[in-house]
């Protein structure tokens, strides 16, 4: 770990977190997520497994991990319950003093957590962090978290497309959210503005939404140069459009919800 990392804030101290991974088939990525996880994580964590209703196999596997990781919890639901749900359903049972919302289809990298950790306790004002977000096929940058309302346009990604070494990418960023697929929330976030609204469910927009709520109580949201990981980005929206989810149109449903609640601040922020 470079000395410069430790230089932008505490130590992070041994409060666990808990990592939160809703899963719905696709096995093989959640392996690679976990075996990720086991070999790039130092800080103490617990993995909470949120299972919804996978029929490939996926209960096997995680019985099969569980018995060399004790510290993983798996929540079985009979039926697919969609993200922003079982979400929640790991929030509810987390207790750690950092949760950390995680796609199953992503793959983390050294130092991973304690970086996002580190950038959490640069300013006891921040209270959700995410990474640096990379295209697997490219290498290059997916995101690092976004403007929502930006010259009237909405859910605007920044970063993407970049090197991962872009000198502008080096430093921690204030960002209006952070993308669900990785996002470190502090405890005292949950606390303040409790879990995930689930008028969202199944999912689209509830990890935004939670953003703009943890600012409307005074938290900070930002982008951590420290953290890095791989996301596959699609493969959970396709599995459940083709579960029959009707995902496209949950989305468009959803962004509508959201333009109405935060309405008066898509005026102010995208004129300010």
Same mark, same amino acid.
């Given at each position: 770990?470079?000395?410069?990392?430790?230089?932008?804030?505490?130590?992070?101290?041994?409060?666990?977190?808990?990592?939160?991974? #809703?899963?719905?088939?696709?096995?093989?990525?959640?392996?690679?997520?976990?075996?990720?996880?086991?070999?790039?994580?130092?800080?103490?964590?617990?993995?909470?497994?949120?299972?919804?209703?996978?029929?490939?196999?996926?209960?096997? %596997?995680?019985?099969?991990?569980?018995?060399?990781?004790?510290? /993983?919890?798996?929540?079985?639901?009979?039926?697919?319950?969609?993200?922003?749900? =079982?979400?929640?359903?790991?929030?509810? %049972?987390?207790?750690?003093?950092?949760?950390?919302?995680?796609?199953?289809?992503?793959?983390?990298?050294?130092?991973?957590?304690?970086?996002?950790?580190?950038?959490?306790?640069?300013?006891?004002?921040?209270?959700?962090?995410?990474?640096?977000?990379?295209?697997?096929?490219?290498?290059?940058?997916?995101?690092?978290?976004? /403007?929502?309302?930006?010259?009237?346009?909405?859910?605007?990604?920044?970063?993407?497309?970049?090197?991962?070494?872009?000198?502008?990418?080096?430093?921690?960023?204030?960002?209006?959210?952070?993308?669900?697929?990785?996002?470190?929330?502090?405890?005292?976030?949950?606390?303040?503005?409790?879990?995930?609204?689930?008028?969202?469910? #199944?999912?689209?927009?509830?990890?935004?939404?939670?953003?703009?709520? =943890?600012?409307?109580?005074?938290?900070?949201?930002?982008?951590? #140069?420290?953290?890095?990981?791989?996301?596959?980005?699609?493969?959970?929206?396709?599995? /459940?459009?083709?579960?029959?989810?009707?995902?496209?149109?949950?989305? /468009?449903?959803?962004?509508?919800?959201?333009?109405?609640?935060?309405?008066?601040?898509?005026?102010?922020?995208?004129?300010?």
């Amino acid at each position: 770990m470079s000395a410069d990392l430790w230089a932008a804030g505490r130590d992070p101290g041994p409060q666990h977190a808990d990592l939160i991974i #809703p899963v719905f088939n696709q096995v093989e990525y959640t392996r690679d997520c976990l075996n990720s996880i086991v070999a790039h994580t130092t800080h103490p964590y617990h993995l909470i497994i949120v299972d919804n209703g996978s029929d490939d196999g996926t209960d096997a %596997a995680l019985d099969e991990f569980s018995r060399d990781c004790p510290h /993983l919890e798996v929540i079985r639901n009979p039926e697919n319950l969609g993200f922003t749900k =079982a979400i929640n359903q790991g929030m509810v %049972a987390s207790t750690g003093r950092y949760v950390v919302l995680l796609n199953n289809d992503t793959k983390v990298t050294p130092a991973w957590l304690t970086g996002l950790i580190v950038s959490a306790e640069m300013d006891d004002r921040i209270g959700i962090v995410g990474p640096r977000t990379l295209d697997p096929a490219t290498g290059r940058v997916h995101n690092i978290g976004g /403007l929502i309302f930006y010259q009237a346009h909405t859910s605007f990604p920044l970063g993407r497309g970049a090197s991962r070494h872009d000198l502008q990418l080096r430093q921690v960023l204030d960002v209006q959210y952070a993308e669900g697929s990785c996002m470190l929330i502090k405890r005292s976030v949950i606390e303040s503005i409790g879990v995930l609204d689930e008028v969202f469910s #199944p999912g689209y927009y509830e990890d935004s939404d939670y953003c703009f709520r =943890a600012r409307e109580a005074g938290f900070r949201i930002v982008y951590s #140069p420290y953290s890095e990981i791989y996301h596959h980005a699609t493969v959970t929206a396709t599995a /459940l459009e083709q579960s029959g989810k009707g995902i496209s149109r949950v989305a /468009l449903r959803n962004e509508m919800i959201f333009r109405s609640r935060w309405a008066h601040r898509f005026w102010s922020e995208a004129r300010g």
